[in-house]
């Protein structure tokens, strides 16, 4: 099954779009629940995005530079069920 | 056997940890997924504070918490139901979805909502105390707060108060080390928060917040001064937080030495080597106390989600005390 990973609601004061800074996990990689899947600037702090599911990262739906809103869908994972 | 080498009673311990943690954890996991609205500060590390404590008080006793508490009420009896259709704002929560994770709690199992106000349950819980005694109610209030809350005024002239009246309260400061993101020997230059005691003229100690058996020890022997009348107690509890101040804080500010350092102190791994090496349960036997309880939570994630949502008509209940009090 194919799951959606969206960009988690990480900003702090102006709800401005979350840069993504650079992918830290490769597409074919197996992924685990809690691994880190990139890093993202908000305004506040350079941070990591966890996984939230196990599977294998399928597609980077958001290139590193891009800078896209909470909720956009980011990455997309095959889920292992 | 006493109480506290009873299996059942040790065992209780561990899965009350475990509980916190994999709620904690899974919380964690509903907000990355956008699942979860507002923010959350979560306690992750810190479970054998709560739970030390809280298996120590009765039922006449209170706790006071703050915007973190969901360990402390997980701790004082909720249940992962009433607290998850709280987070998800549903009126089968425990504060019928108008508290939301920074403001946990059932007064009718003994927790005062959170007060997520910096300090702020520490006045609130001398003044319960006071009323504790002028009815002469043989309960004691546990307030828990950390070490941030050590500078605010609040904290001086509630312990001033409650010493000078002799109240029934155990001041429980989980000393994490840091304020949200400043470091405590920043703010302070007697990091030692239990010795804040001696100069309002009662007692305190330091203990291994990060040890369950250490922690109820000593709220035990907090909690007898307490009811003989002998006046308040201020625990130093040293533990760490293993995620950021909220869901927003990478934590960067947490030195990776300083992290690996806790981890290998972690509460319950500790706790649980501790149940092995006396032969009351085995790796697999915590592995399947793990897995028990994320079932349990994951089941009540499913029920919250279908809880239902307060309408437009409650917007006004609840918000003025009945003329006549019950």
């Known amino acids: 099954m194919e799951v959606m990973i969206k960009m988690p609601d990480l900003s702090t004061t102006d709800g401005s779009d979350i840069l993504i800074v650079k992918w830290v996990a490769g597409v074919g990689d197996l992924v685990e629940r809690g691994q880190v899947l990139l890093e993202v600037e908000t305004d506040k702090a350079v941070q990591e995005v966890e996984c939230i599911f196990k599977g294998t990262l399928t597609a980077q739906l958001a290139p590193a530079g891009a800078a896209v809103p909470v909720g956009a869908v980011i990455a997309s994972i095959e889920v292992e069920r | ?90 009126t089968t929560g425990c504060c019928k979805g108008k508290g939301g994770s920074m403001h946990i709690g059932n007064i009718d199992k003994g927790m005062v909502p959170g007060v997520a106000i910096v300090g702020g349950g520490i ?150 080597s501790r149940l092995i090496a006396d032969g009351l349960i085995d790796a697999q036997g915590v592995k399947e106390l793990k897995d028990t309880v994320i079932a349990r939570f994951e089941a009540a994630v499913k029920q919250a989600k279908r809880a239902p949502m307060p309408t437009l008509a409650d917007l006004e209940t609840d918000v003025f005390a009945a003329k006549e009090p019950a």
């Open chain 2, 123 to 272: 006045p609130l819980a001398a003044g319960m105390a006071l009323s504790l005694k002028l009815n002469k109610n043989p309960g004691v209030i546990a307030c828990f707060f950390g070490d941030g809350a050590v500078a605010e005024g609040a904290f001086h002239e509630a312990v001033n108060m409650a010493s000078l009246w002799n109240l029934p309260v155990i001041f429980v400061c989980e000393n994490n080390l840091y304020g949200a993101s400043t470091r405590i020997d920043l703010v302070m230059k007697n990091t030692t928060i239990s010795e804040r005691a001696a100069s309002y003229g009662f007692g305190g100690e330091t203990v291994d917040g990060n040890n369950v058996l250490a922690v109820h020890e000593a709220t035990k022997q907090a909690l007898t001064r307490c009811r003989s009348g002998q006046g308040p107690y201020l625990l130093e509890l040293l533990t760490y937080r293993r995620v950021g101040h909220s869901r927003r804080d990478p934590g960067h500010y947490q030195p990776k030495s300083e992290r690996q350092d806790w981890f290998s102190r972690d509460p319950i791994n500790y706790f649980a």
């Open chain 2, 1 to 90: 056997m006493s109480k506290d080498n009873n299996p059942e009673f040790l065992l209780n311990l561990l899965e009350r940890m475990i509980e916190i943690r994999e709620f904690e954890e899974g919380v964690r996991f509903l907000f990355l997924e956008g699942a979860m609205p507002g923010t959350i500060h979560q306690c992750q590390g810190q479970e054998a504070t709560a739970v030390g404590v809280c298996s120590a008080l009765g039922k006449e006793d209170y706790i006071t918490s703050t915007f973190r508490g969901h360990g402390h009420a997980l701790a004082k009896g909720l249940s992962m139901q009433e607290m998850l259709d709280e987070l998800f704002g549903a």
